[in-house]
């Protein structure tokens, strides 16, 4: 099993931004890709963005140019910068993680985008 922590979400204005982070623990053998998704009220899960362990990286389309996802493979922790913060980008954020055909993921933290 793989645990994976969440944190740095919270409330922001429009414009501001957000850090947030997801370490990774137990049998973290053999992860390929880790990334974060998100889920608004009464929204299905959606990507933000993913990262390989080789780096490769993709983006959904409202997060290109703003977010920045990365990776520290010695802590297996993954971040994602989060700049020019709009209001729809409020969700609960999940980390993922990918190892052979398992996914796992964290209890999601809330970020709120609002004036």
């Known amino acids: 099993q793989v645990q994976l922590v969440e944190s740095g979400g919270g409330l922001v204005q429009p414009g501001g931004s957000l850090r947030l982070s997801c370490a990774a623990s137990?049998?973290?053998?053999?992860?390929?890709?880790m990334g974060w998704y998100r889920q608004a009220p009464e929204n299905q899960r959606e990507l933000v963005a993913r990262?390989?362990?080789?780096?490769?990286?993709n983006y959904q389309d409202s997060a290109k140019g703003r977010f920045t996802i990365s990776r520290d493979n010695a802590k297996i922790t993954v971040y994602l910068q989060m700049n020019s913060l709009k209001p729809e980008d409020t969700a609960v954020y999940y980390c993922?993680?990918?190892?052979?055909?398992?996914?796992?993921w964290g209890p999601g933290t809330q970020v709120t985008v609002s004036s």
């Open positions: 993922n993680a990918e190892q052979g055909l398992r996914n796992y």
């Open positions: 137990g049998r973290i053998f053999n992860i390929y890709a």
């Open positions: 990262i390989t362990n080789g780096g490769n990286t």
